[in-house]
């Protein structure tokens, strides 16, 4: 089935150590997000890929980094994760096309960040 | 800026029972979806409209644009519908405005 892969669902890194998000789709959507969630919070939108194009929230640290090599993958890097970071890390997809718009957003399952 | 307001933050009905979310926000859109997320589980998008009502199963979203607020309403509610209920909308070209969410629990 098409749909919205996140890899690892859960991560533990250490204090200052640099982790990588993974998100994959077979979805073949032209955005992709990447959304922080804090506990009892609503998604934060972090950035966004509309195709190769990078698009950063204005408020998102420059701790947070993001790739997309390509239409199937996107990376969540975080160059020095804080205790403050630890959080829900949701992926997901859409289609716009300049006659359609914008489709409606396909989540992941998440990866749980937790920073010893 | 973009408010989104949900009411309420929390709802515990009996099975069976009728239940309604409220959204409101506070600018012109150009869709609202409403999403339902899982205890530690990813989330799920159940309807994106821009106008008028959709219905899909036991789930109904409305959405009036005058008004600025869209409903959801689960009819024959059951157990497994306990989860929590975002309403986000559309503001500006692929950014989505979240709300607070609303915590449904649903007894047996």
């Known amino acids: 089935d098409a749909m919205v892969i996140q890899n690892p669902r859960y991560q533990v890194t250490q204090f200052g150590k640099p982790v990588t998000l993974s998100c994959s789709q077979t979805?073949?959507?032209?955005?992709m997000y990447w959304y922080q969630q804090k506990s009892s919070q609503a998604p934060k939108l972090l950035f966004h890929?509309?195709?190769?194009?990078?698009?950063n929230e204005a408020d998102t640290p420059d701790n947070f980094q993001s790739r997309r090599p390509n239409t199937s993958f996107c990376f969540l890097d975080i160059r020095s994760p804080g205790l403050g970071d630890a959080a829900m890390y949701l992926c997901?997809?859409?289609?716009?096309?300049?006659?359609?718009?914008?489709?409606?957003?396909?989540f992941g399952p998440g990866t749980r960040l937790t920073v010893l | 800026k973009n408010e989104v307001e949900q009411s309420p933050q929390n709802l515990t009905a009996q099975e069976g029972e009728f239940i309604t979310i409220n959204c409101s926000y506070s600018?012109?859109?150009?869709?609202l979806h409403w999403l339902q997320q899982h205890p530690g589980g990813g989330i799920v998008s159940l309807f994106m409209?821009?106008?008028g009502k959709k219905k899909h199963g036991r789930l109904i979203a409305t959405i009036n644009i005058q008004e600025k607020h869209s409903s959801l309403h689960i009819t024959a509610s059951h157990p497994r519908d306990s989860a929590v209920y975002i309403c986000a909308v559309r503001w500006g070209a692929q950014k989505l405005v979240f709300g607070q969410g609303t915590r449904l629990t649903i007894n047996p």
């Open positions: 997901a997809t859409s289609r716009h096309s300049t006659t359609g718009g914008l489709d409606t957003q396909y």
């Open positions: 409209l821009s106008s």
């Open positions: 890929y509309y195709d190769k194009d990078f698009n």
């Open positions: 600018v012109g859109i150009s869709a």
């Open positions: 979805l073949n959507h032209n955005v």
